[in-house]
């Protein structure tokens, strides 16, 4: 795929993401401003690439994510900064992803949703997400329940998710599985997550032949620094473009709609979406489509049985202090170590392992299993 061009043509779209500054809002105006500054960024992308169909800006680029005034700062799809967004997109012509953190929930009473929303070249939502692994342990919005796909500028097929979402593989190939020729991954990452989450985005790229672009945060917040490296990553799992860590970078690249197409078509060999169902087809015609995998049977069966699993290969409570597992007891330490210091550090390490087993064995089950 080439990459360094500012210009696009009928075969390719035009992305860009955004290394957005992480904005600090106290009050609804000042989030509206801030929105008037990303539509703005908007404009100032469409002039320096000519070629922009599609801009993409992160998780919480519109209203930030204060610790404690984020409840007095939901807003609502038909809501002034939606608007703001709206024209933007009609004003320059392009397609844009933007985050809402959060959404108002319809029901009173319940927290608000993580949303994504592309708006189309005439000021249109055709693409609404809700988050549906929000982060733990930290992010306080209601899970949505379903992935999707809108076509975007020019025919491309893209399904939008939201930062830790694509870390649980499932999403990436269901969204393949819908059609999504590009992944859109909209995030709000920190370190010390940087390099595992640069890994990811080109591994889901690879393992469901489509392009994946990634919109990032960058600069420091009330709590955490963002790390930026926002990408876009082609079909064959390599990079197109990268910002660096600074905030307020951007940058660009031309997804081919023919070479996407052609690769999912002709390939054979790493034809992912293909061999995933037809496994076996270079010894028998056709291949097997049934699903070998015990655990999705089990959830798609058994939803309770696999929770159960889940928590027999970790815990049983959502707070680690409320689990019935018994606790991992640091290890002795060295003969060295021993010899040193004789009974300090022995009784030092036997009282903690003590205190543990015993702690485990008043009040705890041993396994962990229902």
């Known amino acids: 795929m080439p990459v360094g061009s500012i210009s696009s043509s009928p075969d390719t779209v035009g992305v860009a993401v955004v290394n957005y500054r992480v904005p600090i809002c106290e009050t609804r105006q000042e989030v509206l401003d801030n929105c008037k500054k990303i539509a703005d960024t908007v404009q100032g992308l469409k002039r320096g690439y000519p070629g922009l169909d599609l801009v993409i800006f992160p998780e919480y680029s519109t209203q930030g994510f204060h610790p404690t005034l984020w409840p007095q700062l939901t807003t609502t799809l038909d809501g002034p900064e939606v608007q703001v967004f709206k024209q933007a997109c009609r004003d320059n012509g392009v397609y844009g992803v933007f985050s809402l953190t959060g959404e108002e929930h319809p029901e009173a009473g319940k ?136 905030p307020d970078e951007a940058t660009y690249a031309e997804l081919s709609l023919s070479a996407i197409r052609n690769a999912r078509r002709n390939w054979t060999a790493e034809n992912h979406i293909y061999n995933l169902m037809h496994r076996g087809y270079t010894s028998e015609p056709g291949g097997q489509a049934e699903c070998p995998f015990d655990f999705y049977k089990t959830w798609a069966a058994a939803p309770a049985k696999a929770k159960t699993l889940s928590e027999a290969l970790t815990r049983d409570a959502d707070a680690p202090a409320d689990a019935t597992c018994v606790d991992v007891a640091p290890m002795p330490p060295s003969r060295l170590i021993s010899a040193t210091f004789g009974k300090a550090a022995n009784g030092k390490a036997n009282g903690h392992a003590n205190g543990h087993a015993n702690g485990t064995a008043n009040g705890k089950t041993a396994n962990g299993v229902h």
């Open 111 to 246: 927290n608000p949703y993580n949303t994504l929303i592309m708006i189309t070249d005439q000021g249109e939502i055709n693409h609404v997400y809700r988050k549906v692994f929000p982060w733990v342990p930290k992010e306080p919005w209601t899970a949505g329940n379903e992935f999707s796909v809108a076509l975007g500028p020019k025919g491309l097929v893209c399904g939008g998710c939201i930062c830790y979402d694509l870390n649980m593989p499932e999403v990436g190939r269901d969204l393949a599985f819908k059609g999504a020729e590009l992944i859109i991954r909209i995030q709000g990452y920190m370190y010390p997550a940087k390099e595992q989450q640069i890994q990811v985005a080109k591994v889901r790229a690879w393992e469901n032949n489509c392009y994946v672009a990634v919109a990032n945060m960058a600069g420091r917040d009330m709590v955490y620094s963002y790390f930026g490296h926002s990408n876009i990553v082609s079909f064959d799992g390599t990079t197109l473009a990268e910002c660096g860590t600074s």
